[in-house]
């Protein structure tokens, strides 16, 4: 009989790319991973893994198996959601995959009203980038996932995924109380040519939106500086370092040295969506967070 906790594993691996990565995203240890797909090798009798490299890769009898191991982990999942939802039961382990201003702005007030209405649920929050968020949640190592993509910036769900709209988040231009900008009610891209940046990653989604921003104005974000954190953007626009486009959600009061713009032609607008597995649906404990996000 094939271990399904081991299939698990084995899909984790094939959808993160390595053991390594799989045992982050799952909460178990590399060698944990490791004795799993061993495991499922000798319960299948067929090599699942081959070395590539320093890496790994499926082989074909692997990829078979998750491809056909996916259709038995989904209807086990549905089947599990239509019996918690004949009891109405709220309860169980529901985790949490969020991006980092949702877990201030929206997640953390929520999920303390949900323990004390439903004490037997059972929420984790694990802060992630949106698009590792979409990985988890599809690979069924998160429940529901809270992403956001700004305007134009798609973000690949796939189809045994359903997304739910929770909010509209805006960000704004923050700019030293002492900058000329500071005195203006809204400020547009061709105003801020010639500004110095503080700017999240390379590749991150907000960063492709400050690149967009530029389109039709012959010219590209001057970037001086970067950091993950809008907290910390905050701190550097304070200190004169340079200006900031800062979502509203989960936004640190503004203090005196600093000065919120707004933005427009385009307006940076932010979607926020709850995403989860439609074989989850008739879960209550999901409905249950889901419902809970979008009262607000």
Known sequence: MIDLDALAALRAVATHGSVIAAATATGYTPS???QQVKRLERQTGVPLLERVGRGV??????????????????????????????????????????????????????????????????????????????DLVAGGQAEIGIVHRWGGVELAVPDHVTSQR??????????PHDHPLAARRRATPRDLVDVE?????????????LR??????????RIAHVSAEFDSHLAL??????????????????????VAVAVRDPEPIRLI????????????????VLDAFAGG
Do not use: K, N
């Not at 890769?57 to 599990?80: C, K, N, P, Y």
């Not at 940046?197 to 939106?209: N, V, Y």
């Not at 959600?249 to 600093?258: E, I, Q």
């Open 32 to 34: 944990a991973v490791s």
């Open 57 to 134: 890769m499926l082989t074909s009898q692997g990829l078979h198996l998750v491809t056909a191991g996916d259709r038995v982990l989904a209807d086990l999942e549905e089947l599990e959601a239509d019996l918690q939802a004949s009891t109405g039961r709220v309860g169980g382990r529901v985790r949490l995959a969020v991006f980092s201003t949702a877990v201030r702005g929206l997640v953390a007030p929520v999920v303390r009203r949900l323990r004390d209405a439903h004490p037997d649920l059972d929420l984790v929050i694990d802060e992630r980038e949106p698009w590792d968020a979409v």
């Open 166 to 175: 929770l909010a509209r988040d805006v960000a704004d231009l923050v700019v």
């Open 197 to 209: 940046w503080i700017a999240t990653p390379e590749g991150t989604i907000c960063r492709q939106w």
């Open 212 to 221: 967009r921003m530029y389109d039709g104005t012959g010219a590209t974000p």
């Open 237 to 258: 626009v304070a200190a004169g370092l340079g200006v900031a486009l800062v979502p509203r959600l989960g936004r640190a009061p503004l203090g005196p040295d600093v």
């Open 273 to 288: 969506d709850a995403l989860h597995r439609r074989t989850m649906s008739a879960s209550p404990a999901v409905r249950a």
